[in-house]
Antibody, heavy 121, light 110 residues
């Protein structure tokens, strides 16, 4: 079964740091681009960052550029999101998501269960 | 940067009725780059439609997607009780590279 399991969320003070992880199983992890998507309480979905299968290409939403870093360890089938200089507006559920196809479709077909990040003093 | 605008914000219908949800892009989008998702409270989003009109695995055929260029539509032919949820469109853009979601349409029971 294809599965993504996110972890690492929690309560952090403004200006602090947190590192999220997303463990993948059931597919050849290194073949697929991966992304992080977040959802603030009561709000819609917001794309955060994406990374290619090899890890050689990364891109970020303007709202997190320079503060967040996406990475992956293909030997451990794990995706990461290092979040620095956290702000109250970063409070959200963070989902990891798998790109549907190695080439072609850019949709996200498999999502993790979400991990909650709360930035508050 | 492409902006996606969904309409209406809220759609109130009864089971058995037809639902038509719109997603408009601020500039022309390749159909390969457009997808639709359903999200229920407390759950992760679920892929319904990708490449603008292809149903994802396991999605009932009452869900269909259409459109091209800047205007895309998700149609639910006959609403079932489990279809009442929030729906989002998603677009991938190559310049600059990245994704954008629409703000969502809440489909509620009338």
């Amino acid at each position: 079964e294809v599965q993504l399991l996110g972890s690492g969320g929690g309560l952090v003070q403004p200006g602090g740091s947190l590192k999220l992880s997303c463990a993948a199983s059931g597919f050849t992890f290194s073949n697929y681009g991966m992304s992080w998507v977040r959802q603030a309480p009561g709000k819609g979905l917001e794309w955060v960052s994406s990374i290619s299968g090899t890890g050689g290409t990364t891109y970020y939403a303007d709202s997190v550029k320079g503060r967040f870093t996406i990475s992956r360890d293909n030997s451990k089938n794990t995706l990461y999101l290092q979040m620095n200089i956290l702000r109250a507006e970063d409070t959200a559920i963070y989902y990891c998501a798998k790109r549907k196809a190695m080439a072609g479709s850019w949709a996200f077909d498999i999502w993790g269960q979400g991990t909650v990040v709360t930035v508050s003093s | 940067e492409i902006v996606l605008t969904q309409s209406p914000g809220t759609l109130s219908l009864s089971p058995g009725e037809r639902a038509t949800l719109s997603c408009r892009a601020s500039q022309s989008v390749s159909s390969t780059y457009l997808a639709w998702y359903q999200q229920k409270p407390g759950q992760a989003p679920r892929l319904l439609i990708y490449d603008a009109s292809t149903r994802a695995t396991g999605i009932p055929d009452r869900f269909s997607g259409s459109g091209s260029g800047t205007d895309f539509t998700l149609t639910i032919s006959r609403l079932e009780p489990e279809d009442f949820a929030v729906y989002y469109c998603l677009q991938y853009g190559s310049s600059p590279p990245g994704y954008a979601f629409g703000q969502g349409t809440k489909l509620e029971i009338k």
